[in-house]
């Protein structure tokens, strides 16, 4: 260390808080001010690396110009750093512009470099900056793709494969067949047992009055389909039902097939629906029988029996309009393909491009394989999607046991839980106790037969709350000389993390000697609810030692007036991070208070009129529609004209050619749009309205103690206001007492700001 920090000082290089804190006292020259050093040294590298900054994007977008404060990120060289990046400040930019710079001008590997997110989306937009725009091919990953890729190293000699909705519901079945179903008291237990607040019902009516009738699930569901099915008039009617369930699930973001299988893509259920309906079974992503290169697990997309011999089919789904999918999938179907071609295997290859075609194209090259096809009739079909989901009657007890047992293993006190619960029991009222008992008997009954069934003599299983956990388990056993090992580690969104991800990182960091680059913005942490701990952003330097801040302030996105109201509201909240946030774009009353009088208008008609109206006066801007809840946005179809479209797409009959996605705040976070419009500003705050099952409380992350009520609410709020780069309107009620605090508040801010700037003109 001590030889290190001489000859970086020697040369004029930056020293790390970390090297410094290290080194022997006696070896620092006198006066030495490390603060004033390291800003000297990057004064000088601005200059000497300018044009190189300069030129950075020339060739993928001549507009992104890299400002002072990010090149000043990009060149600090601490053990530990957090950059505290505010909305639209362009994050994205700097972290690929770092993992440039390192490979550059610092000579780091690419394979020594990890970038990691929270979300898939997220993670594809830094790999296509990254991988694409730059070709450096640093691993960048979300999380729980790391934390795989960390299991199938440590269980190297075991097929490991992650536990998807799929095979979840049909443990879930299995269970409630075999071990609830046939013995009614049970069942009739957990009828009465679980609250109401719970959920609005966890049994269907149909389901409660008929169960006692039937000796088992089987007979029950049969009796269900036949009266399902009864309550159609003709073929016609039936036949138009089919179509309609269908069509539908190819629209949904989240894709089924008539098998209630969930699929990754519309062309993937296209392929097993026609399968299905043409009588040919299928395995979806049936686990391969042979292990790949880097212990891999491999599964086809659709494995098929050809009188005893396996057929598999690949459905590559990318385009040419999208570049960094096209290269890394590209890349992927020449390795599958050779992979069958050198095993001999009977395999058909279906692209993105073929999407207008997939059925025909798939019809022949199964006729020149040999198959034989036996179309089902519409009341085959119709019987199979209701026989393939099975647990749609009890979907709500499905749901509410697998929360409390993802709550479970997704909590730092997973390992001792049974205790844990046992202690709080203990400490109930007589009265309460009984029931509690009856209560956590049954979900921790699920528990035990769940993970057994996890767990084969080969195969091992993971769900999303194993994955970091067994990855950090066991991250000690493996070998140093792998594929593993990073020298600086990239953190997206770093205001998100959790107890977990947290020690995760500082695993992987310690035990690569590596460096921790976090890069996020408090003031929109809001994801407590599954987890995030918004103390370790904060924190920071008390969770890495030595560490320092950073900030990135000028916004490329929102004007600087809507900068002024949004960051005055978010700043009632003192705990939050002081930041100010600058823009070159000026836009007069960017905050719209769009006013319904609900004794004229609901609110949903009031939306339509301002989509109208918008449109009217933008007609080329793409509008983007934000509630607090999914319930809010689904409240949009039941107007008429307002139907839902694939993905977050919303059609507006009479006007199909204005462009509108409907999303919650949650899943818009990290986007923008020319216009938002945000809906359901109700009194009452969601998190008021949902009552927690006591189990779920025992084992949530408790929230950080902040220096105002609901400041994750707040955070909330200020994301929607943020995604805008023009207007932001928001719909409230005339009635002041059925609208949210917040809007008046805002609108208490909007006059206060606009006072300011008077009075200071005036001055001047």
């Known amino acids: 260390m001590d030889k290190l920090f001489t000859t970086k000082l020697q040369n004029k290089e930056y020293i790390s808080k970390h090297l410094f804190n290290s080194i022997n006292s006696n070896i620092i020259p006198e006066n030495f001010d490390l603060e004033k050093y390291n800003n000297e040294v990057l004064e000088k590298e601005l200059i000497e690396y300018k044009d190189y900054f300069d030129n950075m994007y020339i060739e993928i977008d001549p507009n992104i110009k890299l400002d002072t404060e990010q090149r000043k990120a990009i060149l600090s060289d601490e053990d530990f750093s957090l950059i505290i990046a505010g909305a639209g400040t362009g994050k994205t930019t700097t972290m690929a512009s770092k993992v440039k710079y390192l490979v550059d001008k610092k000579h780091i590997s690419p394979d020594k470099i990890l970038v990691m997110s929270f979300t898939k989306k997220a993670t594809q937009e830094l790999e296509k900056r990254i991988c694409y725009d730059f070709n450096i091919p640093a691993k960048v990953t979300t999380f729980h793709s790391l934390g795989y890729m960390h299991i199938r190293e440590i269980f190297h000699n075991r ?14 079945y299995n269970y409630f067949k075999e071990n609830i179903f046939p013995y009614k008291e049970k069942l009739k237990e957990i ?23 039937y000796g088992s699930f089987e007979d029950y569901f049969k009796a269900y389909k036949e009266y399902k099915i009864s309550e159609f008039k003709d073929e016609y009617d039936l036949a138009s039902a089919v179509k309609d369930k269908i069509d539908n699930s190819l629209n949904q973001e989240n894709i089924l097939t008539i098998k209630d299988e969930l699929v990754k893509s519309k062309g993937e259920a296209i392929i097993a629906n026609f399968l299905f309906c043409n009588g040919i079974e299928y395995q979806y992503e049936k686990v391969y029988e042979e292990l790949m290169d880097e212990n891999k697990v491999y599964k086809p997309d659709f494995t098929l029996d050809l009188h005893g011999q396996n057929v598999y089919v690949e459905y590559f789904g990318f385009s040419d309009s999208d570049p960094i999918n096209n290269q890394k999938y590209q890349r992927i179907k020449e390795l599958k393909e050779n992979y069958h071609k050198e095993h001999h295997n009977k395999f058909i290859s279906i692209t993105y491009d073929d999407q207008v075609n997939i059925t025909n194209i798939l019809y022949k090259e199964l006729i020149k394989l040999g198959f034989k096809f036996r179309p089902l009739s519409s009341r085959e079909i119709y019987d199979a999607i209701l026989n393939n989901n099975p ?9 509410l046991f697998y929360n409390m047992i993802d709550t479970i293993k997704s909590s730092s006190k997973r390992e001792n839980y049974q205790s844990i619960i046992n202690e709080y029991i203990n400490n109930l009222p007589e009265n309460e106790k009984e029931e509690a008992k009856r209560q956590i008997f049954y979900i921790n009954d699920f528990y035990l037969y769940y993970q057994k069934n996890l767990y084969g003599a080969e195969n091992y299983g993971f769900d999303f709350s194993d994955l970091i956990y067994y990855a950090n388990k066991y991250i000690s056993t493996i070998g140093i000389n792998n594929s593993l090992n990073f020298e600086y580690i990239i953190i997206d969104e770093y205001q998100d993390i959790s107890q977990e991800r947290y ?38 330097q008390k969770y890495f030692k030595d560490s320092t801040l950073l900030k990135i302030s000028n916004t490329y996105r929102n004007s600087q007036n809507l900068i002024d109201y949004s960051g005055k509201f978010i700043m009632r909240n003192e705990t939050q991070i002081k930041k100010d946030l600058y823009s070159n ?24 009129r301002l989509i109208v109206k918008i449109h009217t006066e933008k007609p080329t801007h793409k509008i983007m529609i934000l509630a607090r809840t999914n319930a809010m946005i689904n409240r949009c179809f039941n107007e008429i004209d307002l139907k839902d479209d694939i993905g977050t797409k919303i059609t507006f009959l009479g006007y199909e050619d204005i462009d509108i996605d409907g999303m919650t705040i949650h899943k818009s976070k990290g986007l923008t749009c020319d216009e938002v419009i945000v809906i359901g500003l109700n009194k009452t705050f969601p998190s008021e309205e949902h009552t927690k099952f006591w189990l779920e409380s025992l084992f949530k992350q408790p929230l950080v103690e902040e220096s105002i009520p609901y400041a994750e609410e707040r955070r909330i709020f200020y994301v929607a206001l943020t995604r805008t780069k023009n207007y932001v309107y928001l719909l409230v009620n ?8 917040f809007v008046d508040e805002l609108a208490y801010i909007v006059d206060e700001v606009e006072t300011e700037k008077v009075e200071q003109t005036e001055v001047i």
């Open 503 to 540: 020690e995760f990182t500082k695993s992987i960091a310690d035990r690569n000697h590596a460096k921790i680059v976090a890069v996020g913005d408090d003031w929109q942490s809001i994801y407590s609810f599954s987890g995030s701990k918004v103390d370790y952003t904060y924190n920071f």
């Open 391 to 399: 647990l749609s009657q009890v979907y709500p007890l499905v749901d």
């Open 191 to 213: 009828i009465d047992i679980y609250p109401k607040v719970i959920s609005s019902w966890l049994f269907s009516k149909h389901f409660i009055t008929n169960y006692e009738k």
């Open 585 to 608: 774009k000026n836009l007069s009353n960017p905050i719209r208070f769009e006013v319904y009088d609900d004794e004229i208008e609901n609110e949903y008609q009031a939306l339509k």
């Open 159 to 172: 097929k490991c494969y992650i536990v998807d909705s799929n095979i979840r519901r049909k443990i879930f």
């Open 734 to 741: 005339k009635n002041a007492k059925y609208r949210s605090p």
